[in-house]
């Protein structure tokens, strides 16, 4: 099962946060200087992958890629594959730079719903459900269509009840 998904910039700020189990927020927030101390720490030409141990807890492990400023995590225990859980970044990241074209922290930070979104069209309660990315984008699309829709409802509701009184 995965336990998390995080987006941390190379200063150790979270710009995404995803917990799948309950995590106090305190423990989330240690959680995530944690593992971004020892994100840190890793040379590049060491591997993706990283033992939870005391880090984590028993039976954890983690995966990150970094693209550009931003490292890229998964929290996983042992159900999961490795490598799954690598390309899963990676479809991920593939999927943001379709929606965007040149992802970068600005796109996350100024479109957080969306990233929300895709990462909940490709997993729901810590399992992957969707690794298509041209799934994950048709229904994303298709979340942005009936929120433009529910929005312009809502306002015309509004306007009809001001002038009705």
Not at 59 to 79: E, G, I, W
Request: one cysteine or more; charged letters at 20%; hydrophobic letters at 40%.
């Amino acid at each position: 099962m995965i336990r998390a998904m995080m987006v941390i910039n190379n200063q150790g700020k979270p710009r995404l946060a995803k917990f799948y189990n309950y995590t106090p927020v305190e423990q989330q927030q240690q959680l995530i200087r944690s593992i971004y101390s020892v994100l840190c720490l890793q040379p590049e030409n060491v591997s993706n992958f990283i033992e939870g141990g005391s880090l984590l807890g028993p039976d954890s492990r983690l995966v990150y890629k970094l693209f550009a400023t931003l490292y890229f995590v998964f929290v996983f225990d042992s159900s999961e594959n490795e490598l799954a859980m690598f390309d899963l970044i990676q479809v991920y990241v593939e999927t943001l730079e379709k929606c965007f074209s040149n992802v970068c922290e600005l796109d996350i930070v100024l479109n957080y719903g969306k990233m929300h979104t895709i990462l909940d069209e490709m997993i729901l309660g810590g399992q992957v459900v969707e690794t298509n990315s041209q799934n994950i984008i048709k229904a994303v699309e298709e979340i942005s269509k009936l929120e433009k829709v529910t929005a312009a409802t809502k306002l015309i509701s509004k306007s009809t009840s001001l002038l009705w009184g």
